[in-house]
């Protein structure tokens, strides 16, 4: 049986410790999400209280349509904006649209996992991540980070595929410039 309906069904059950396991499982994507958005850890940890008891409150709507990470990855995402909005913090750089997405299809040769592993370059590489605006952060950073790939990407952000692409070739863009002003040449 899917491990997702196990849970789920345990935790609708009131099955003891069922939600807790639930919680313990997905925090940490629920942590990441909010806080590349939010990147204030106090307003952080309240969202993602807030998100879990959404979670709670609205896990009998669940329709196992995808997984329950990406659906709680969803939740979190949308708490998450409702608080940037209310804050009234732009998510992506406006100077941006209107561009298409031809580019995507070519490598921007820009290797982000190789100078996250450089231990020299990963102190520039999170002020260059840190720099940019919460919704290229937080796509870079759940792909490249947390290894989720474009279509679970899109289920939690709601995103066409393609315009995820495109915050990903334009943020590496951004990422290999910035890092060039600051070391110099690289690879």
């Not at 196990?6 to 069922?18: K, S």
């Not at 996250?116 to 991540?129: F, N, Y």
């Not at 334009?170 to 070391?183: A, C, H, I, P």
Request: glycine share 4%; proline share 5%.
């Amino acid at each position: 049986m899917n491990p997702d309906r196990v849970l789920v069904d345990a935790v609708l059950a009131r099955r003891a410790g069922a939600f807790e396991r639930l919680v313990a499982e997905h925090q940490g994507l629920c942590w990441h999400i909010i806080q590349r958005l939010v990147r204030h850890p106090e307003d952080t940890r309240e969202l993602c209280q807030d998100t879990f008891l959404r979670v709670h409150q609205y896990l009998h709507q669940f329709r196992f349509e995808s997984s329950l990470k990406s659906w709680i990855g969803r939740v979190a995402y949308a708490v998450a904006l409702r608080h940037l909005e209310k804050k009234q913090v732009p998510l992506a750089d406006n100077s941006l649209d209107g561009e298409t997405d031809v580019i995507l299809q070519e490598s921007d040769g820009f290797d982000l996992e190789a100078a996250w592993a450089d231990a020299e370059l990963r102190t520039h590489l999170r002020a260059a991540i840190d720099a940019l605006p919460p919704l290229p952060r937080l796509v870079l950073t759940l792909y490249h980070l947390d290894e989720l790939t474009i279509p679970e990407i899109a289920q939690i952000s709601r995103l066409p595929p393609g315009t995820i692409k495109s915050h990903l070739f334009r943020s590496r863009l951004r990422l290999r410039e910035l890092l060039q002003g600051r070391l110099g040449d690289m690879p």
